[in-house]
């Protein structure tokens, strides 16, 4: 077979394959889409008419707008948490000559090796028996250790990838370790940091298990609300928040990109 006609079936091949990922990806989300802007009472697909009406209830339910709340504080929180534990570990153990080193790091990704219901479990008991239940720090802390392993890991390949001459020459010039830190290290892996977090706020904004298991019933989350709400009704609020909860992510993905100068590049 002519080498020109092989290029151009395997080129084929590939866009089409890609194309193929790109719609199984899509489809689901332009459904739920779809779907939200219905003016019937239940999830349906195609939608019968166009209305805003569940954005509209959505924005002026009490309920929702503290679950959203909760969610975004708790995913905040544990995003940022869990970067200064995941970057701090990370520094310390590609920065300084740790016995075993090699299994601590190992150890340091244990959490998302664990079905989530054991960590739910686990940390439950641990909350109950030192009698701290029902506040929302509780989850902040338990998704924190949850997602700890994915800034972790990140700013551990930034941290190998960076030529340690540079923090070299800067502490050759005077500079103490911390401004070294400060003013070398953290720049050059400014894009793992802010990709780290990125993931943690993203994992813990749409993480339910845990949540359940540590809230109970004192407070809610968006993906408590969306379970509990599906218990007993269909409602197409549930498509409202759940694009509002895409968007959100989308904007915080490009919101970060652009502060941390690319983090897909």
Same mark, same amino acid.
């Given at each position: 077979?002519?080498? #020109? ?9 590939l866009r089409t394959y890609v194309s193929a990922v790109l719609v199984f ?151 103490? #370790? ?88």
């Amino acid at each position: 077979m002519n080498t #020109r006609i092989r290029d151009a079936i395997c080129r084929l091949a590939l866009r089409t394959y890609v194309s193929a990922v790109l719609v199984f990806i899509l489809l689901p989300l332009v459904t739920i889409a779809a779907m939200s802007f219905t003016p019937g009472e239940f999830l349906q697909f195609p939608p019968q008419g166009f209305s805003l009406r569940w954005y509209h209830e959505l924005a002026a339910s009490s309920q929702w707008m503290t679950a959203l709340r909760n969610s975004l504080v708790v995913a905040l929180g544990s995003a940022i948490l869990a970067t200064t534990i995941g970057g701090a570990s990370a520094y310390a153990l590609y920065r300084y000559d740790y016995r075993f080193g090699a299994l601590l790091a190992g150890l340091t990704t244990v959490p998302t090796l664990l079905p989530p219901v054991i960590l739910g479990v686990a940390f439950m008991t641990f909350f109950v028996s030192l009698g701290v239940v029902g506040q929302v720090s509780n989850l902040v802390v338990a998704h924190a250790v949850f997602v700890t392993p994915f800034p972790f890991v990140l700013i551990s390949q930034g941290l190998d990838e960076v030529d340690r001459s540079y923090e070299e020459a800067s502490r050759n010039l005077g500079a103490s #370790r911390l401004t070294t830190l400060r003013t070398i290290t953290l720049p050059l892996v400014r894009a793992n940091v802010f990709s780290g977090a990125l993931f943690a706020f993203i994992l813990s904004l749409n993480e339910y298990i845990i949540a359940w298991l540590v809230a109970g019933f004192a407070f809610k989350t968006i993906p408590i609300q969306i379970f509990t709400s599906l218990r007993y009704s269909y409602s197409p609020i549930i498509a409202a928040i759940s694009v509002v909860f895409i968007l959100a992510t989308v904007a915080v993905m490009f919101g970060i990109d652009r502060l941390s100068g690319g983090i897909w590049e």
